[in-house]
């Protein structure tokens, strides 16, 4: 994997982003060409045209990262890809639409762009079908020894059969440090040189994956491992990379204080979100006002109660603010006083409340809870203060998801349905950990565009 911007990504989703620029710039020039000399006039230099090129391209593959198009899935299953495709096409159209009116010297003709986008559909899925058995095979995997047998190494020789596993086991020694549940791993004492046994199988990784440490860790062996130039990686590391998410089973708060990350605080950064924050959510509202007032009216009609309602949840260093929402549950949904988890088929949500939590219209008014600097577009979903109380007491390191502004989307959102029990708060929180410890502008971007996949296919809606 690369890491961008302390972002993890894979190789093929790189090579493949690449591949499918080229390609929407070659199928943009071509729409150009095409209706230029369908209509008997010249196209000239390339050079001329490459801003309107180059925003048609961008706009598809914004779409194209949007709906999943880089995923697992999409490579190895042509029709996932084809469905996902069609769609990014589709939410391309808008987005040119909307840009032919904002900037419109910026944008192809709408006669270009249908041109450009026929050719895109067919280009990009040829692409699939042509390379998708090379992205997906073990071209890009790195090759990994794996030093423990026990219960952490069995979680990596788990992870390994996962859809779109970045790695491939060549090797495992069972250091002894626990009972063995990894079948075919070598037993330390017939292991003469971990340097030699690294050149045989031809690692270009070692991941420790031990699960006592005491008396077992060869030091001596991973820094001539390391100093030949073996990448050295701990398993709480490693399963960061991989997962994408802070494995609380194995992290150590020391990884965490020695670690690069958690530097969300920088004053760039911050001045960045903030603005992005003020500018976005002053839009979004002004454009969503009257669906905001249309649904409060029907959620008035359809159930007694208030169209609104504010809650209290908590914020940046545990400070509390009101959040402000459309009601989507009856009014008497907590009659008894106590904060109670919403669950899967909820009997206290309304009928306009399923159809406005499907489609989440009911989150709208929070962006003037991002407007007034309590929330902002991305960070950790905000609990009530009498849910963080209780999870503060039975999940470790609850209380630094804390230590960002907490958002309407998050890294947690994409990554994780809805969650509504103290399991599902403990894997949400390794996602927000995630966060906090890798934050950057590119990373938001990121989940905003990914944010688009969990409207369209109501993931995680409850």
Known sequence: MVRLFKHYVAYPVILLCVIDLAVLLLVAEAGWVLRLR????????????????????????????????????????????AARLLVAISLGVILMSVLFFILPELTLWRSNSLYSMVLAVVLLMMVRVLL????????????????????????VVDLEHRVGSGFRIVGCVDMQDAPAQVSGAVIRTDVASLHDLV???????????????????????????????VHIIDISDFLEREMGRIDLDTVRPSTLIFSD??????????????????????????????????????????SPG????????????????????????RQDAEAGGNAIWAQKGDPRVTRI?????LIRVDELPQLWTVLKGDMSFVGPRPERPEFV??????????????????????????????????DDARHKLEYDLYYTKNYSPFLDVLIILQTIRVLLWAEGAR
Not at 139 to 155: E, N, S, W, Y
Not at 353 to 357: D, H, K, Y
Not at 393 to 409: C, D, N, S, W
């Open 38 to 81: 369908q209509i008997g006039s010249i196209p000239g230099p390339v050079w001329d045209r490459a801003p309107q090129l180059i925003t048609f391209a961008l706009a598809i593959q914004a779409s194209m990262i949007g709906v999943g198009c880089y995923s697992p899935e999409s490579v190895k299953n042509m029709r996932f890809a």
């Open 306 to 329: 208030p169209a609104f309602y504010r809650q209290i949840r908590v914020g940046r260093y545990g400070e509390t603010f009101e959040i402000l929402k459309l009601r989507s549950m």
């Open 389 to 422: 109380q209780e999870l503060e007491q039975q999940i470790p390191l609850y209380a630094e998801r804390h230590m960002v502004k907490p958002g309407i989307t998050g890294w947690a959102q994409i990554n994780y349905p809805y969650g509504a029990s103290l």
């Open 353 to 357: 409340g399923r159809i406005i939590r």
């Open 132 to 155: 998708g058995g090379f992205f997906s095979g073990d071209v890009f995997k790195r090759r990994v020894l794996l030093l423990g047998a026990g219960r952490r190494g069995k979680r």
């Open 261 to 302: 990350g958690f530097s969300s605080g920088r004053q760039l950064s911050a001045v960045l979100k903030r603005g992005f924050d003020l500018l976005v959510s002053a839009l979004i509202l002004l454009i969503t006002a009257p669906v905001i007032l249309l649904t409060a009216l029907i959620v008035k009609i359809d």
């Open 199 to 229: 050149d045989r199988v031809e690692a270009q990784e070692v991941v420790l994956a031990l699960d006592e440490r005491r008396n077992t860790v060869p030091v001596d062996a991973l820094l001539r491992l390391k100093t030949t130039g």
